[in-house]
């Protein structure tokens, strides 16, 4: 038997979680917030047993789960999200995500993220050649609730803010070109940017805390508040501006 890569074990899987969830929202089973909550139950279900199936010996730190600190005992942990943009899942649009990857000794490793609304799975394992960057540059905020560190940085730089969905979305439209920072102070877990820091750093993008210091995965407290994902030619700039609306608050 030919065994599965991490990379495409990855992409199988989020993209099989992505089925599920479109023929989940197509059916019309549900509405609204219970539609999200189906969704994430499904979705996570599946990964949960592919995953403990496929590799036993690694650990699993998913949203949906009951975590455990014993996880940082191992080298090896998925890091799992089975729907991240509940809300946009749920209002039927398309920038919501699946999020699987493998840290190893707290570094992200193998990535995938799916984008079922658009028909895409992104992986650490192919990625593609950059397109070239926006002029202006665009920086992507929430849709909802726009950072004010974001806001700063990005009249400084000139950049155009695009608001969107999704944690995952976000850095996967850097990735595909549509973006050039993501610059995010609000509040995430590592299973919210471990998939989609593994894809942008494969992709030759910037990945690291808004300090500009290295993420890291697997930690007991999974609490990972910020991030900066760009193209490499603009992160000097946005850490420097990051560090300088801190210093100003």
């Known amino acids: 038997m030919i065994h599965e890569s991490d990379e495409a074990l990855a992409e199988r899987l989020a993209t099989a979680a992505g089925v599920i969830l479109l023929s989940l929202q197509a059916s019309g089973e549900f509405e609204g917030k219970a539609l999200g909550n189906a969704g994430d139950a499904r979705a996570n279900a599946m990964l949960m047993h592919e995953l403990r199936t496929a590799r036993p010996d690694d650990a699993i730190l998913s949203e949906e ?34 999020h699987v990857a493998l840290a190893v000794d707290g570094v992200p490793t193998v990535g995938a993220v799916a984008l079922p609304g658009l028909g895409l799975t992104l992986t650490s394992g192919a990625p593609k050649p950059l397109a070239p960057a926006n002029v202006p540059p665009k920086m992507l905020v929430s849709r909802t609730r726009p950072a004010a560190e974001a806001v700063f940085v990005a009249e400084k730089m000139g950049a155009e803010l695009l608001g969107m969905g999704s944690a995952g979305a976000k850095a996967m439209a850097v990735v595909r070109g549509e973006a050039d920072i993501y610059l995010h102070t609000g509040g995430q877990y590592e299973w919210d940017n471990c998939a989609p820091a593994a894809v942008a750093a494969a992709a030759g993008l910037h990945v690291s805390r808004v300090d500009g210091s290295p993420l890291v995965y697997n930690c007991a407290n999974p609490y990972l ?15 420097r501006l990051a560090a300088e609306f801190v210093a100003a608050e």
């Open 65 to 98: 789960e009951k975590d455990s600190v014993t996880r940082c005992s191992f080298s090896r942990v998925w890091v799992v999200d089975p729907l991240d943009g509940t809300r946009e899942y749920s209002e039927g649009r398309s920038d919501w995500a699946v």
């Open 225 to 239: 508040p910020d991030l900066l994902i760009c193209r490499k030619e603009f992160a000097a700039e946005a850490l």
